[in-house]
């Protein structure tokens, strides 16, 4: 039931979909620091380059009230990413994470860290069935899997399974730096300062304004209507009743209205000698209904109906996040959007001390992932890089199309 994003692990998960020109016969990049880059992984990191540099980009053009598909003729390499071009940064950026790739494996092994074999064994079966597997958009196949897409990119499974398992051992290496009884642990007030400071706890109800039928309640009686069942389900919520009590009353709400609404449509269609029949496959219907209702709200008692919202959500918009993180602790209000009024009470975060535990990896990776970034770079500054200029112009930004 929890709509919003809560916390979101960094994942490096790209279902790049590129071509690349002019590089069938170059296989490998050349050495960092003497350890050989395949160029599937620096493919790899070139997209995950462009990928960030993108976002810049796509940032930059919604401040100004824009975006990509709104502008003729678009490129982006026609702007600047921390006033740089925009392929210019992709090159640097790509060589950077490339060189922490490379640093994370010297590190670790000078730290006496390794993964085991069963870690490496998930990770190989992990990228052997992600390259059987079919893309889909939206529950549709595309028709082509995961590992033609990335060959197609120039990245064998040879190459993503090596990605993948240094991302592994960064992690590794991450916990040895930050976790309890690591080299620079990092105290666990300052998580719960940092949890508290960023994110917010909230009991939330969709009051969608569309009506039985599913259309859009657009007439000012109809808004004020669901206006008042909205204000009416705040009300309950701060007078303190039950949060899963009022959320399933308005599912409830729901779906006698969608009932109420098909009767009435069964009705208008039938004719004297349907009735019967449609009496009788309603009676078994709404005995299925009862049976299946009665289920669902005994599995549905075990879900954890609170939102917990980041600061820096966007979801379902900017201004609702900001909107809601000015509640104060245990005061309720209604948002009304567009197609949604939503009933939004803030809870004292502190009594769910159980997200703490659950999220801390998150919340530590929040706090000093830039932090270790900056440690990898230090690591890495000064590596000997000997790359095949043949390579490189062949894996130029500008020559892979996206």
């Given at each position: 039931m929890r709509f919003f994003k809560r916390i979101a692990a960094a994942v490096c998960a790209m279902a790049v979909a590129v071509s690349v020109a002019g590089c069938a016969d170059i296989t490998k990049m050349g050495t960092v620091e003497d350890k050989e880059i395949n160029a599937g992984v620096y493919l790899w990191f070139v997209n995950a380059a462009m990928d960030d540099a993108q976002t810049v980009v796509d940032n930059q053009l919604a401040d100004m009230g824009t975006s990509a598909s709104q502008i003729e003729n678009f490129s982006y390499f026609d702007y600047n990413v921390e006033e740089k071009p925009f392929a210019q940064f992709v090159e640097e950026k790509t060589l950077e994470l490339v060189k922490q790739h490379v640093a994370i494996e010297k590190k670790a092994e000078e730290l006496g860290l390794s993964l085991t074999d069963e870690e490496k064994s998930v990770i190989k079966e992990n990228a052997k069935d992600l390259w059987k597997t079919e893309i889909t958009y939206y529950g549709y196949s595309t028709g082509v899997t995961y590992g033609e897409n990335y060959e197609k990119a120039g990245i064998s499974r040879q190459s993503y399974t090596q990605v993948q398992l240094v991302n592994s051992l960064r992690n590794k290496l991450f916990d040895k730096y930050y976790e309890e009884n690591g080299l620079t642990p990092t105290d666990q007030k300052d998580i719960d300062v940092y949890f508290a400071d960023n994110y917010g706890r909230f009991e939330l109800i969709q009051v969608a304004l569309k009506d039985a039928n599913g259309d859009e309640i657009d007439t000012e009686q109809g808004k004020a209507d669901m206006l008042?069942?909205?204000?009416?389900?705040?009300?309950?919520?701060?007078?303190?009743?039950?949060?899963?009590?009022?959320?399933?009353?308005?599912?409830?709400?729901?779906?006698?209205?969608?009932?109420?609404?098909?009767?009435?449509?069964?009705?208008?269609?039938?004719?004297?000698?349907?009735?019967?029949?449609?009496?009788?496959?309603?009676?078994?219907?709404?005995?299925?209904?009862?049976?299946?209702?009665?289920?669902?709200?005994?599995?549905?008692?075990?879900?954890?109906?609170?939102?917990?919202?980041?600061?820096?959500?966007?979801?379902?918009?900017?201004?609702?996040?900001?909107?809601?993180?000015?509640?104060?602790?245990?005061?309720?209000?209604?948002?009304?959007?567009?197609?949604?009024?939503?009933?939004?009470?803030?809870?004292?975060?502190?009594?769910?001390?159980?997200?703490?535990?659950?999220?801390?990896?998150?919340?530590?990776?929040?706090?000093?992932?830039?932090?270790?970034?900056?440690?990898?770079?230090?690591?890495?500054?000064?590596?000997?890089?000997?790359?095949?200029?043949?390579?490189?112009?062949?894996?130029?930004?500008?020559?892979?199309?996206?």
């Amino acid at each position: 039931m929890r709509f919003f994003k809560r916390i979101a692990a960094a994942v490096c998960a790209m279902a790049v979909a590129v071509s690349v020109a002019g590089c069938a016969d170059i296989t490998k990049m050349g050495t960092v620091e003497d350890k050989e880059i395949n160029a599937g992984v620096y493919l790899w990191f070139v997209n995950a380059a462009m990928d960030d540099a993108q976002t810049v980009v796509d940032n930059q053009l919604a401040d100004m009230g824009t975006s990509a598909s709104q502008i003729e003729n678009f490129s982006y390499f026609d702007y600047n990413v921390e006033e740089k071009p925009f392929a210019q940064f992709v090159e640097e950026k790509t060589l950077e994470l490339v060189k922490q790739h490379v640093a994370i494996e010297k590190k670790a092994e000078e730290l006496g860290l390794s993964l085991t074999d069963e870690e490496k064994s998930v990770i190989k079966e992990n990228a052997k069935d992600l390259w059987k597997t079919e893309i889909t958009y939206y529950g549709y196949s595309t028709g082509v899997t995961y590992g033609e897409n990335y060959e197609k990119a120039g990245i064998s499974r040879q190459s993503y399974t090596q990605v993948q398992l240094v991302n592994s051992l960064r992690n590794k290496l991450f916990d040895k730096y930050y976790e309890e009884n690591g080299l620079t642990p990092t105290d666990q007030k300052d998580i719960d300062v940092y949890f508290a400071d960023n994110y917010g706890r909230f009991e939330l109800i969709q009051v969608a304004l569309k009506d039985a039928n599913g259309d859009e309640i657009d007439t000012e009686q109809g808004k004020a209507d669901m206006l008042k069942l909205a204000e009416g389900y705040l009300d309950r919520l701060l007078k303190g009743e039950d949060y899963d009590a009022v959320f399933h009353d308005y599912e409830k709400y729901v779906e006698e209205q969608e009932k109420l609404a098909k009767e009435e449509e069964e009705k208008n269609n039938s004719n004297a000698s349907s009735t019967t029949s449609s009496k009788t496959e309603s009676s078994e219907a709404e005995a299925e209904d009862i049976t299946s209702s009665g289920s669902s709200d005994e599995e549905e008692e075990e879900h954890d109906h609170d939102f917990l919202l980041n600061k820096a959500d966007t979801s379902p918009s900017a201004d609702f996040i900001k909107w809601a993180f000015e509640l104060k602790d245990n005061e309720g209000k209604v948002y009304k959007d567009a197609t949604v009024y939503y009933v939004v009470v803030r809870r004292p975060i502190e009594e769910r001390e159980d997200w703490q535990e659950e999220y801390r990896s998150d919340l530590l990776h929040e706090m000093k992932d830039g932090e270790f970034n900056e440690k990898l770079n230090e690591f890495a500054k000064d590596y000997k890089v000997d790359f095949s200029q043949s390579a490189l112009d062949a894996y130029k930004p500008d020559k892979i199309n996206r």
